[in-house]
Every structure is written in C-alpha cells, then in structure tokens.
C-alpha cells in the first residue's frame, strides 16, 4: 500500500466527480480507500461523512474528500468531529488556503457545482500545499477545543 492512503467518498450527487478525484490520485501513485457510494440511487451523505471520519480516526486515511451535490451537507456532517477539518472549496485559492492556513484534512467539493478541471487543480493544491503553522497553529488548536465541549 502506498505511504499515504486518501479516504473518498460520496453521496448519489458526487459519484461522477468521486470517480474522477479517485482516478487522480491513483494518478498520482497515492492510495485510494473508497467509502462509496457507487451508483445513482438516493442515499443519505451524513453515512458517508462518518465513513470518512472513522477512517481518518482509526488511521486507515491520512487524509480524505468528500462530494455531494453542492458540498453543504457533506462538510456539515464531516464537520461535527472533533478531528475533522473539513473544507467546502470552490476555487485554487480556496483549496491552498484550506491547507495553508487552516490545516484541513478533508477537502470537501460540490459535483453539481463545480467543473472537473477546477476540481482536480483545488484537489492538487490540497495535497502539496503544506500547513503553514506559525499563528495559524494556535488557531486551529481552538478548532479541537470546540469540538471537545
């Protein structure tokens, strides 16, 4: 298994965008852990965002992507654990600052909302760009707190 493995995983609005993102990083010699879902057929994506969480928690996905239909719902559920930083991007920059200032370990992107190729330059830039810490560090050390109360 490659060094570092990245959970995925989608509600039915993200499935065409998730096989993408999936393609990417097996592109880019990275493990994949996909979560699902797999087809068209309704499903709920607050079931996918836990996926993903126990995954990262349990260290079976250093980091992870999550996609539905617009990105909302998902990075809400993602978000109600302490040690999920997930980010709902729609652009480079969003995605370097996601990483940069923020440290987030989950992208988070919408399959009706954005285009495949701004997806995969956001999904580059979420893993090469490191955390900056400095004062930034401090900030998200609050972040973990609010999740601890």
Same mark, same amino acid.
Do not use: W, Y
């Given at each position: 298994m490659p060094a570092q493995t990245i959970a995925v995983a989608s509600d039915h609005g993200g499935i065409e965008l998730k096989a993408l993102i999936c393609s990417e990083l097996e592109g880019r010699g990275l493990g994949v852990l996909d979560?699902?879902?797999d087809g068209p057929s309704s499903v709920d994506y607050p079931d996918f965002a836990m996926k993903l969480a126990e995954a990262i928690k349990e260290g079976r996905a250093a980091r992870g992507v999550l996609i539905c239909g617009t990105g %909302?719902? %998902?990075?809400i559920a993602a978000n109600r654990h302490a040690h999920i930083r997930a980010a709902l991007v729609? &652009?480079? !920059? *969003?995605?370097?600052?996601?990483?940069?200032? /923020? &440290?987030? /370990?989950?992208? #988070?992107? =919408?399959?009706r909302t954005i285009g495949?190729? #701004?997806?995969? &330059? +956001?999904? #580059?830039? !979420?893993? $090469?760009?490191?955390?900056? *810490?400095? @004062?930034?560090?401090? @900030? #998200?050390?609050?972040?973990? $707190? +609010? =999740? $601890? @109360?």
């Open positions: 979560l699902g879902t %909302i719902g %998902i990075s729609h &652009d480079a !920059f *969003g995605a370097r600052m996601a990483r940069q200032h /923020n &440290d987030a /370990n989950v992208l #988070v992107l =919408g399959g495949p190729e #701004v997806a995969k &330059d +956001c999904l #580059v830039l !979420f893993l $090469e760009t490191p955390f900056e *810490g400095g @004062r930034h560090a401090r @900030r #998200v050390a609050k972040l973990a $707190e +609010c =999740g $601890e @109360r």
